[in-house]
């Protein structure tokens, strides 16, 4: 394992991933939002403000996806006004904090990066909460980033995007062990159907040439796995939609657990058991259902073990329930 020590660089400088970072315990004092750092060279407005050593600069409303450009600032020559000469957004000054704007999405929570390092020819970065307290999510990526220390990033489900200072542009990145387990599991012929008429609607909608559908349509029935049907879309796995849970099982999945429930709030001993017995296979059955991308085996001890260890909730809901009712009955 490789591991060297990351000072603050300036903001577009390019920068080794092959470090680590230890914050300093004056972060976990700051709390709130990040600041601007400059003003619009235009209208004045509070932005926040990249520029890199190439001499690519950019202007954006809010931080984070999908990274709203300013809209006056196309003019690449006109003098910009920054708080403190600073190049990028700093997570240290909260003296004009403001919050983030309807703009962004918030289905990307915000993280400053805390620390990087390499090991086995991967890059592991360990992300944490802006208020410097606490702990966040940690990535592993195969290809180094254009991130430091300190700097900020948001996370949603199994993606990571940041501003890649020296592209000067936003840019995404994919943790490569939970995208590695996500395209090795099956789909099913349901899920082709659902992504063959996404891509449908795309064709109706003249987003997409049918002759485009055509050539994918060829590689996407012949896909098994999450994995191969990504790159037959030529896209991140992370960004595969498979068809949603039929309705249906969720209703078996309900149903089974009332039964359960209902077992164990009319009978005792043994005998309630038995009585769950009905229950146990329906939630099994939905179980087994629900989880289409499993292999054989897997899938079948997933589907028992649930089962068994959603005795113990409709036990203790049935019992109350029970309880309930012999208080209730007339002595």
């Known amino acids: 394992m490789t591991t060297h020590n990351v000072t603050r660089s300036p903001a577009g400088s390019s920068a080794s991933l092959q470090r680590s970072y230890a914050r300093s315990s004056a972060a976990s004092s700051a709390v709130g939002w990040i600041s601007p750092n400059a003003s619009c060279p235009v209208c004045g407005a509070a932005v926040y403000f990249y520029a ?3 001499g690519s600069r950019v202007f954006f409303d809010d931080l984070g996806p999908p990274w709203p450009k300013h809209p ?9 006004t920054t708080v403190g000469g600073r190049q990028a957004p700093s997570l240290r000054d909260f003296s ?4 983030a704007s309807e703009a962004r999405d918030r289905r990307w929570k915000p993280y400053a990066v805390k620390g990087i390092t390499i090991e086995d020819g991967q890059s592991r970065i360990t992300l944490q909460p802006l208020n410097g307290t606490g702990r966040g999510p940690s990535w592993t990526v195969l290809s180094p980033l254009h991130l430091r220390a300190d700097d900020l990033v948001f996370v949603r489900a199994q993606q990571m995007s940041y501003f890649d200072a020296d592209a000067c542009e936003p ?3 994919e943790d490569s062990r939970r995208a590695a387990q996500i395209a090795r599991k099956l789909i099913t012929e349901r899920d082709k159907e659902h992504v063959l008429s996404t891509l449908a609607a795309r064709v109706a909608a003249r987003e997409m040439m049918p002759d485009d559908l055509a050539d994918v349509t060829v590689a996407l029935l012949a896909a098994r796995t999450r994995g191969e049907l990504a790159e037959a879309l030529k896209i991140r796995v992370t960004d595969l939609k498979v068809a949603p849970p039929r309705r249906s099982d969720l209703w078996l999945l309900a149903t ?3 039964l359960m429930v209902g077992a164990t709030s009319t009978a005792e001993g043994g005998r309630s058991f038995l009585m769950m017995l009905p229950g146990l296979l329906l939630m099994a059955t939905a179980v087994y259902r629900l989880n289409p991308d499993m292999e054989p085996g897997p899938r079948f001890l997933l589907a028992v073990m649930t089962a068994l260890v959603t005795i113990c909730p409709a036990g203790v809901l049935g019992g109350a329930i029970q309880v309930e009712i012999l208080h209730r009955l007339p002595r």
């Open 52 to 54: 890199n050593q190439y």
């Open 72 to 80: 006056c600032t196309d003019n690449p020559t006109r003098h910009v």
């Open 96 to 99: 004009v904090t403001q919050r």
């Open 171 to 173: 840019a995404v990145a």
């Open 256 to 258: 089974a657990f009332v």
